[in-house]
């Protein structure tokens, strides 16, 4: 019986040391974030080694402009590899497909940037050259696709869908009449939203 009583005993003061143990694990974790909460309100919290936002339509575009530009690698220099993204449901689907465009001298010249268009498996739907940003969608369809309006040499020309693609010079197609519609979307306006910029 004292044996029972005495491992009884042990276990309660095992248990209540194991409670202290928490309380003051709570207790630090509780300063630490009334700290941290402090200091952002000031402005004093050292954000430096903040970990970049990821997701995983970066992981993937990533991956595939890695595939896609394996031979131009070798020649861009850091500043060349990044991207910007945003994604878009082109064809009600309820998945998102990806804009990628960038905006340095390696895919930027003087009629515009090169950019592409990715399922949201990644793979390509276009490739795009000489555009200026942003993309237009319109509310027009074409194949089970949004219609697309691309600006290029201060011209707005219509992209539709046909046979899986649109067409990837922009420059040479139908050429939109008037303002762009004030219904359509716009995606890649990388200097109106001031995108986030991602390497690769």
Known sequence: MKNKILVAVMILGMISCQNKDKTDSNSV???IAEDTLSKTVAGTADVSDAPAKEDKAVDL???QLNILLKTDLPAMTKDDRFFYY?????????????????SNPYFCGSGGCTGYILNNDGSVINRFTVTDFPILVATSVSDKFYDLIFETGGKFHLLKMKNGKYPSNPSVQEVWKGEAP???TKVLDIQGKKLEKYSF
């Not at 994604?87 to 309820?94: E, S």
């Not at 998945?95 to 960038?102: I, L, M, N, R």
């Open 29 to 31: 974790i509780k300063t």
């Open 61 to 63: 575009i990533r991956k």
């Open 182 to 184: 004030k219904e359509s």
């Open 86 to 102: 945003e994604a878009f449901d082109l064809n009600n689907d309820k998945k998102d497909e990806y804009f990628v465009g960038f």
